[in-house]
């Protein structure tokens, strides 16, 4: 008799182990897809809103050659504008990005504004080079700043020698404002790291 308890018992708790088991696999299935559900909304809220290394919003600009097509790979047919769009074609490699970006800020101009990117020494110099090079000649701009976009065409009428470029973009203020403060964002980790490697001198106070 007392070894049948004996097995009964034995076989009442193996069958909560069983059960405490399948609820536990049941319980960590949740975890898991829970936690599945999180990281792809945190990849897919990444793509949509670039961030740095340092959680802030981050823009890209990228400054492009027009050029004439010729059926080369390098020859890449983007749209300007939206109302209506102006399709050029740009040499697909940009001369000019945000790593060289010193600092950016949003211009007002009788009524409306513009944005003006300030360029370090080597940015400066290779806008300097690019703007006698291809006077008369429009450049195209393209920039991700959660948005992604050929923002301006701007017409280079003149030499550009003290690094700055301002043009007016195809976006309403509150972008301009994103791309510009994204632009700052960078431009500040981009120094500390030229500091950091000493390809860059501290501005000195005056």
């Given amino acids: 008799m007392l070894y049948f308890i004996s097995v009964i018992e034995f076989v009442y708790a193996a069958m909560l182990n069983r059960r405490w088991l399948l609820f536990n696999i049941f319980l960590l299935a949740v975890l898991v897809t829970a936690s599945g559900c999180n990281l792809f909304r945190s990849e897919e809220s990444k793509q949509k809103n670039p961030r740095t290394g340092g959680g802030k919003v981050a823009s890209t600009l990228r400054l492009h050659y027009v050029i004439n ?27 000019l990005h945000e790593g060289y970006v010193a600092k950016a800020e949003l211009l007002n101009t009788m009524g409306t504004y513009e944005i003006k990117v300030q360029f370090d ?71 500390k790291k030229k500091l950091e490697d000493g390809t860059e001198e501290a501005p000195k106070k005056k």
């Fill in 121 to 191: 020494h080597f940015g400066g110099l290779t806008l300097e080079n690019v703007s006698v090079s291809q006077k008369g000649h429009n450049i195209a701009i393209y920039s991700d700043f959660g948005d992604s976009r050929w923002i301006a065409a701007p017409l280079l009428s003149h030499r550009i020698s003290d690094g700055a470029l301002i043009f007016t973009p195809d976006a309403s203020r509150q972008e301009a404002e994103r791309i510009v403060k994204g632009l700052n964002n960078v431009a500040g980790i981009t120094m």
């Fill in 69 to 95: 097509p010729d059926g080369t790979d390098r020859c890449l047919q983007v749209p300007i504008g939206r109302t209506p769009p102006m399709v050029v074609t740009v040499d697909r490699t940009p001369f």
